[in-house]
């Protein structure tokens, strides 16, 4: 058995582990680069960590660590409450708010199931409270966290803008951004209509909880903004700002951003550290340095050119489409989009599918899935839909995830991929 193809089942091996097991995948990841690369690719210890994403570890430690201090002083509970009243009593609008919701979380730099964790609990118990469908309202907070999820300051955008730099592939972040909002906010029309979203019409305008004879201690701490709560959404829109306009490292300018709002309010950030997305980034680094053993030992351009092999590049596209799905929906995203990227450099650095459309249609196909029940997001939003039957929840976001899976890498190859961008 050669070391290429030997690398290839370890990987594979991995995958399996961290969907059956319940093991991180990153953890897994780096015993594997420490075994492949020190018994199959005789490499040294440096060799091994040559691949390892420093930047990427910066960008998801310090976003992470800035929204987690927006978390803990209250600033995301007021953004919260703030767009829920946007509504003004109009039940068929509180979907479209949740979906908005989390996707401008996700897009200032909440990692995904932070947000969905977030904004679920709330989405899920008004849809018990105004007779919403739970799957509507579900499918709507995770397709909305996917839909801001690709912005050039999300983790999701970082990663894979990251990863095509790193490739020296041709790369456009607002297209990216924009394929995946299009992509999510279609999906989520189409379930809005599917899942009786046009019936809440219907039920027109209902009145607003009456501050005063409800709990207004609590009402008061949610809306009402204060020191820390006024320079935390500063520090947010300081960050994207920073980002977008000069260009500066989105994980380095959050950390700073972070150190600054701990230092002048160190009792809402004690225990922001504890929250990063440790997981995350373990899961992430992980995968990465795996990788980049794989590249090391020339496994990359072997399986590359093993599916351009296929003769027919288009068909090889929509595979690896297939693939993201497939796999993303019982394991990370973000997981194997580090890993199936790679993968498509070698036909993709020879011109015969456009660069830009396929890291999209990857993109989408391996994060749209994550409205199954198997994934950390569709396991969240079950865990926090209120007085259903949670078997029957279950079965329909299963269906659901199946229906994507299906669809949507079809949908986003034809679209993406065919026409040839970049």
Not at 130 to 145: E, N, Q, R
Not at 306 to 321: F, H, K, M, R, S
């Amino acid at each position: 058995m050669s070391p290429e193809l030997i690398s290839i089942l370890v990987l594979v091996v991995v995958f399996v582990i961290a969907t059956t097991r319940s093991v991180n995948m990153g953890a897994l990841a780096f015993a594997a680069a420490f075994g492949v690369g020190g018994l199959v690719a005789d490499l040294d210890a440096d060799g091994v960590f040559a691949g390892f994403p420093g930047d990427l570890f910066v960008v998801l430690v310090g976003v992470t660590y800035l929204f987690a201090i927006a978390r803990a002083n209250g600033t995301t509970d007021w953004l919260v409450h703030a767009a829920v009243r946007l509504v003004r009593g109009r039940v068929a609008l509180i979907p479209w708010v949740m979906f908005a919701l989390t996707g401008a979380l996700t897009a200032i730099g909440a990692v995904s199931p932070a947000a969905v964790a977030i904004v679920a609990p709330i989405a899920l118990s008004f849809a018990a409270r105004y007779g919403i469908s739970p799957l509507l309202m579900g499918a709507m907070v995770v397709h909305g966290a996917q839909a801001g999820g690709f912005s050039p300051i999300s983790i999701y955008g970082s990663i894979v803008n990251g990863i095509v730099e790193r490739e020296n592939l041709p790369g456009n972040e607002v297209v990216l951004f924009l394929a995946s909002l299009a992509a999510n906010s279609v999906i989520a029309g189409v379930v809005f209509v599917v899942c009786g979203g046009l019936k809440l019409w219907a039920q027109g305008v209902v009145d607003e909880p009456d501050p005063a004879s409800a709990t207004p201690t609590v009402t008061t701490e949610t809306t009402s903004l204060t020191p820390s709560r006024i320079a935390t959404l500063t520090s947010l829109l300081a960050l994207v700002i920073a980002v977008l306009v000069f260009d500066l490292d989105a994980g380095l300018t959050a950390i700073t951003l972070a150190v600054v709002l701990s230092t002048l309010w160190p009792e809402d950030s004690r225990k922001a550290v504890g929250e990063i997305a440790w997981p995350t980034v373990l899961l992430i680094c992980g995968v990465l340095t795996y990788i980049g053993v794989l590249d090391e030992m020339g496994t990359i351009t072997w399986a590359g050119e093993g599916v351009g092999g296929i003769g027919v590049p288009l068909l090889a596209a929509v595979l690896l489409c297939y693939i993201g799905a497939l796999v993303s929906a019982f394991a990370s995203s973000v997981g194997i989009m580090g890993a199936l990227i790679p993968l498509a450099v070698p036909f993709l650095e020879r011109g015969e599918i456009g660069a830009i459309g396929m890291v999209a249609a990857l993109a989408v196909s391996a994060t749209v899935v994550d409205v199954s029940p198997f994934s950390t997001n569709g396991a969240l939003v079950l865990a926090a839909a209120p007085d259903v039957d949670r078997e029957r929840f279950f079965r329909q976001l299963m269906v659901y995830g199946g229906i994507v899976v299906a669809v949507v890498p079809a949908v986003a190859w034809l679209v993406m991929v065919v026409p040839g961008w970049g």
